[in-house]
């Protein structure tokens, strides 16, 4: 049978060479790892065999099971779920899709040149090859659910892999790590010791809703092999009551899910009874995935029917304003072939988004009030996201200003509008606020003169998001969002006479000048016009308050519009 040698792709090469090279002090996360993919392709064979009763494959025992070999120093995690073709093996083995990974890699180069490597490592999933950290050869055997050859891969974690045909291999995944050899200095990390792995699966992989089995060691020669026992509970989480699970365990449900190494920002429970009953555990997590805005972003929640996996991603559940939400729901009274069609129409679903909508919002209010520090990087790295909402959802719009906070002159934080309001000047009837690109643009923008000069507040807005919900939004407690840039700006309250009177000769005295540059600009201006809102710069630019602001012509203009 011939053997075919690959070059891994560039950023794969890379990240092997960290995790082989790899400083990294918990090696022990490789297991979990291994498993938490071999429980994804445990989901995805229940779920195809579901769709399709016609696919040969075998689903009476779905399971992970974990073998050890002192003697030759090896570690095989092996499932018998969804497996791999040859061709899905060269893709999803060989090279690196996720772009998150890309740019991992680039801070980490970085990083390493600041000597703070091994805090990054920490905080990415790097899943499979994670098993190189430990190991000096990894081999895979796979055969795909419903196909009947398989394919063995074989890597030094080097530049090259190889991938032949295997005609014995059972249906599922076997991955065998040759451990490197054993450190007498340090017997912690002896991965051939049965009790370290009972030990390592109990502390990250307890909640896997799959048995994970491993054989105990053998008494003696001649004894009858013994009875594989199950190391973890399976306890679906979300099932149990909150007194009954540690942080730690829910920290490592949402590392399975999220594929985050890094601890969650916050853990949501809720639990519905009644017609529609279902259950939710729901994460906000610490750090926004860097691609959170773009357009291929996978958001949504795991969908699970009466603890049966259903969908990742299930975008029904919430909206997406609050895509960075990560969790399970589990609904007893859905059908186990639901579709993402059907469930964007169900109005139990509705119902659902409804209510978690509002539970996350209430958690983040509760955040703010109770720990400043948390509610501050929350909002750093979601707040963008969650202004979309302030446009988009109208019913939920006051709840979002609620815990919404914005840059402004007169504060070091952020400011949420209540502050805003309390701040106000006497007789100051509107809350003002600029947008633009950055905080130095429109702090030394000419608009601001007057605004410094009195001392009045103005909010400091630099999202594209900005211009669109202070529209949408139009006023807050009766005051209204005004743009410092649009239409006439009075600060005084009601002009007295004097100074109308004062303008009007001015205006008389500057008729000429007014004039001739009304026509030099006629092509590009409405109107020239002497103005009491500069104090420093000679002029201006000014919209009518109805204009399109300049950020947003561009955005208009970019949609080909
Ligand atoms: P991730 O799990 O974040 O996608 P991994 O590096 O852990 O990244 O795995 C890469 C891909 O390889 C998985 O998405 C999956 O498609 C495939 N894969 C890994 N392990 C298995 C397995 N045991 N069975 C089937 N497919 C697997
Ligand atoms: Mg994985």
Not at 3 to 17: K, S
Not at 215 to 242: C, F, H, I, Q, Y
Not at 446 to 462: I, N, Q, Y
Not at 514 to 536: C, F, H, N, P, Y
Request: glycine share 6%; with cysteine; aromatic share 8%.
């Amino acid at each position: 049978m011939t053997t075919e040698t690959f070059e891994f792709q560039v950023e794969a090469r890379q990240l092997l060479q960290l995790m082989i090279h790899s400083v990294y002090s918990n090696k022990d996360v490789f297991l979990r790892e291994l498993v938490s993919n071999a429980s994804d392709a445990l989901d995805k064979l229940r779920l195809e065999k579901l769709r399709d009763d016609s696919l040969d494959a075998d689903v009476s025992d779905l399971h992970i099971r974990i073998d050890v070999d002192k003697d030759a120093r090896t570690l095989t995690v092996r499932d018998n779920g969804i497996g791999m073709s040859y061709e899905e093996v060269g893709r999803l083995i060989g090279t690196i899709a996720n772009s998150g990974t890309a740019t991992f890699l680039k801070e980490l180069r970085e990083a390493q040149e600041g000597g703070d490597a091994e805090g990054l490592i920490g905080q990415f999933g790097v899943g499979f090859y994670s098993g190189f950290m430990v190991a000096d050869e990894v081999t895979l055997v796979t055969r795909r659910a419903g196909e009947s050859q398989g394919t063995r891969w074989t890597s030094r974690g080097e530049s090259t892999y190889t991938l032949e045909r295997a005609d014995d291999a059972p249906q599922g995944t076997s991955v065998t790590l040759h451990l490197k050899p054993a450190d007498p200095e340090n017997q912690l990390h002896d991965y051939t010791s049965p009790w370290k792995i009972r030990e390592i699966v109990k502390r990250y992989s307890d909640f896997i809703t799959w048995p994970i089995r491993m054989v105990p060691e053998t008494a003696g020669e001649g004894d009858a092999a013994p009875e594989p026992e199950t190391l973890n509970s399976m306890k679906a989480l979300w099932a149990r009551s909150r007194d009954e699970v540690s942080d730690d365990e829910y920290h490592e449900l949402y590392k399975h899910i999220s594929h985050d190494w890094r601890e969650p920002l916050e853990t949501i429970r809720l639990q519905a009874e009644g017609t529609f009953e279902y259950q939710a555990l729901l994460f906000v997590p610490a750090h926004a995935p860097h691609d959170l805005f773009t357009r291929d972003f996978q958001r949504g929640v795991q969908l699970y029917v009466k603890r049966v996996f259903i969908m990742d991603d299930c975008e029904a559940l919430l909206p997406p304003y609050l895509r960075f939400v990560k969790g399970v729901v589990d609904a007893q009274d859905l059908s186990l072939n639901v579709s993402r069609e059907i469930l964007q129409q169900d109005r139990h679903i509705r119902m659902m988004q409804r209510r978690l909508t509002k539970k996350v919002l209430s958690t983040i209010k509760e955040i703010k009030a109770k720990d400043a520090d948390r509610y501050a990087t929350f909002w750093r790295e979601f707040g963008t996201a969650l202004k979309e909402g302030l446009v988009t959802d109208s019913e939920n719009r006051d709840a979002i200003l609620a815990v919404s906070s914005f840059a402004t002159t007169h504060a070091a934080e952020p400011t949420t509008l209540a502050q805003y309001v309390e701040r106000m000047k006497d007789g100051q009837d509107d809350i003002y606020y600029i947008t633009g690109e950055s905080r130095e643009s429109i702090e030394n923008s000419p608009h601001m003169e007057v605004f410094r000069d009195k001392g009045v507040e103005v909010l400091l807005l630099t999202d594209a998001v900005d211009e669109v919900w202070v529209d949408a939004v139009g006023e807050y407690e009766g005051k209204k969002l005004r743009s410092v840039a649009k239409g006439e700006i009075d600060l005084d309250g009601k002009s007295d006479e004097k100074a109308d009177g004062e303008r009007e000769k001015q205006a008389e005295e500057y008729a000429g000048l007014l004039g001739w540059m009304q026509e030099q600009l006629d092509e590009d201006i409405k109107e020239v016009r002497l103005s009491a809102r500069l104090t420093v710069s000679p002029a201006c630019v000014v919209s009518d308050s109805h204009d399109l602001t300049p950020a947003l012509e561009n955005m208009y203009r970019a949609m080909g519009q």
